[in-house]
């Protein structure tokens, strides 16, 4: 259903869309998903150096990632410009996200990430045509990795945008969130990953949509 678009949104019908926001989410498969105010989205200079130091292998390669990336201090005002974000988690098992990966696994980091990034498209367009318009979503990792893997990013060419506009974003740490410390706000269990340590006991797959 489409919405004629209001100057400003009455608290309880907000409040209500959120809710009904989160739970599209979970029916969509998200383990869990929580309305959070912007005051508990953390961006924090150190995120954008892991970016660069060591320099990741998707360093501006593409649209989404650092330096093409929002600098931080305008991912600040736009993150303090809504006063409500969903946030969204899907608990996976940690040999799909970490450690050295089988092809099925890798499958499986496929599937998943499709997952993440339907959710997030879903939701942002049941915003939308809710009436709000500036809902914007954040993932997690390069969207280069998943879609482009093998061609140049046509959204860094004059003239040209992105291949899958309407499904790919920009991460939620090429912004510079601290994704550790939101999740630990929000009271989900999380645990560093990495290539050489694959031990704990689930990963977390994490995204973000500013949405009023
Ligand atoms: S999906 Fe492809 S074309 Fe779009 S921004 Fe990412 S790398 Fe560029």
């Known amino acids: 259903m489409v919405r004629k678009i209001m100057e400003s949104i009455p608290e309880e019908m907000l409040q209500e869309d959120l809710e009904k926001l989160r739970q599209r989410a979970i029916e969509l498969g998200a383990t869990d998903a929580k309305i959070i105010t912007t005051d508990m989205v953390v961006i924090d200079e150190r995120v954008r150096m892991k970016c660069i130091y060591p320099k990741c292998q998707w360093f501006g390669t593409n649209r989404h990632c650092p330096p093409y990336a929002m600098d931080l201090d305008q991912a600040r005002k736009l993150s303090s ?53 500036l809902a914007i979503g954040f993932g997690a990792g390069p969207c280069k990795r998943f879609f482009c893997p093998t061609e140049e990013c046509t959204a860094l060419k004059p003239g040209q945008g992105c291949r899958y506009p309407l499904y790919a974003r920009s991460s939620m740490e090429a912004q510079g969130m601290d994704v550790y410390k939101m999740a630990t706000r929000v009271g989900w269990d999380i645990y560093p990953l990495g290539s050489s340590h694959s031990e704990a006991p689930h990963g977390n797959r994490l995204s973000l949509m500013f949405i009023y």
């Open 81 to 133: 410009s809504y006063r409500y974000a969903l946030f969204i988690r899907q608990v996976e098992p940690t040999d799909t996200l970490a450690g050295e990966r089988s092809p099925e696994q890798m499958k499986e980091y496929q599937r998943k990430t499709k997952m993440q990034l339907d959710i997030l498209r879903s939701i942002e367009a049941d915003a939308f045509y809710s009436g709000y318009y």
